[in-house]
């Protein structure tokens, strides 16, 4: 099978991603993109060279729990 026609790797619907929508969390990333463990494509990626940040933010949850998350965007 030619390069072209193979499937787009998590890593490769992360990155388009966060090209064309900027940032992305884990609970996105599972809805949207079918990736259960993104801390560890994150990670993949910047092992890969890719310049990437981690924000932090911080809310309340459905239960009334502080609860907090990953935001990831290119740096």
């Known amino acids: 099978m030619s390069k072209e026609h193979e499937r ?3 890593c490769d619907r992360i990155q388009r991603w966060l090209e064309e929508i900027g940032e992305i ?3 996105t990333a599972m809805r949207e993109l079918g990736v259960y463990r993104l801390a560890s ?3 993949e990626m910047k092992k890969r060279g890719m310049n990437i940040k981690r924000e ?3 809310g309340i949850n459905r239960f009334g729990e502080k609860v907090s998350w990953a935001v990831y965007s290119l740096a």
């Open 8 to 10: 787009p790797t998590q």
């Open 25 to 27: 969390d884990s609970s």
């Open 41 to 43: 494509r994150i990670s």
């Open 56 to 58: 932090m933010r911080s």
